[in-house]
């Protein structure tokens, strides 16, 4: 006996979307972007594992003494995660890259710990190391931002401002007309140097005495 028409067409109809369902596409495992990125924006998501915890200079520019540089990373407490009073090996890790290999002229002698390789210019940032411990940080890098907003470059005027009320400015002892402009914080003292056109071409933070040493470690 032949089956009906209907029937044959049934069986057709069913056959056609099981073969359209077997070929569906099926949506891939979300992975990885190109730049390494996760594929969504979940707020609460865990960063990837290789990420600090503390946004830090990892590094210099290749073969420079420049630091990448992250604002906010210097403060009246320290570097980043090492904080003033630390060991140089903590401001090694709190750096990420090299450091040199500077050590002290004498048991707890005043040293530098300085980003290598150092180019004709000199130093751009520098630590400094007494007593075998972490006290001050000297800057000639425009990139970097002290506590407060002042920065390599800026006037007189704007250093004033920034820290209304709070800034005890002394002669330079070897530049006429130029200056030392002190803002206390804590235990701690940020020191702008100025030329004699009143605009800043260093600072440095740190702990006493340190902080004051007008010759570094010299």
């Known amino acids: 006996m032949k089956p009906s028409i209907p029937c044959i067409a049934l069986l057709v ?7 359209e369902r077997a ?12 730049d390494g990125t996760a594929l969504h924006d979940d707020p609460a998501a865990p960063p990837p594992l290789d990420q600090p915890d503390v946004a830090v200079p990892p590094a210099n520019a290749p073969g420079t003494n420049i630091p990448q540089v ?23 890790m709190a750096w990420g890259n090299d450091l ?16 290598q390789p150092l180019g ?12 075998d411990r972490f006290s001050r940080i000297d800057v000639r890098n425009n990139g970097y931002t002290a506590p407060g907003g002042g920065k390599v470059g800026m006037d007189r005027a704007d250093i004033d401002r920034l820290y209304a009320g709070r800034v005890e400015a002394s002669p330079h002892k070897y530049v006429d007309g130029a200056q030392y402009l002190r803002v206390r914080d804590g235990g701690a ?11 800043v071409t ?14 570094g470690c010299s």
């Open 189 to 199: 003292a940020l020191v702008f140097e100025t030329d004699a056109d009143g605009k």
């Open 70 to 92: 992250v604002d906010g990373v210097i403060t009246f407490e320290g570097f980043g995660p090492a904080g003033f009073g630390a060991d140089a090996e903590q401001v090694r």
């Open 120 to 131: 004709s210019a000199g130093y751009r940032i520098a630590f400094m190391v007494e007593g």
């Open 202 to 215: 260093e600072w440095r933070i740190g702990v006493p005495p340190q902080v004051d040493y007008v010759e």
């Open 100 to 115: 040199g290999d500077a050590q002290p002229s004498e048991p707890g002698g005043c040293y530098y710990l300085i980003p």
């Open 23 to 34: 070929s569906d596409p099926v949506d891939p495992v979300p992975g990885p972007a190109a």
């Open 13 to 19: 109809l069913s056959l056609s979307a099981c073969g």
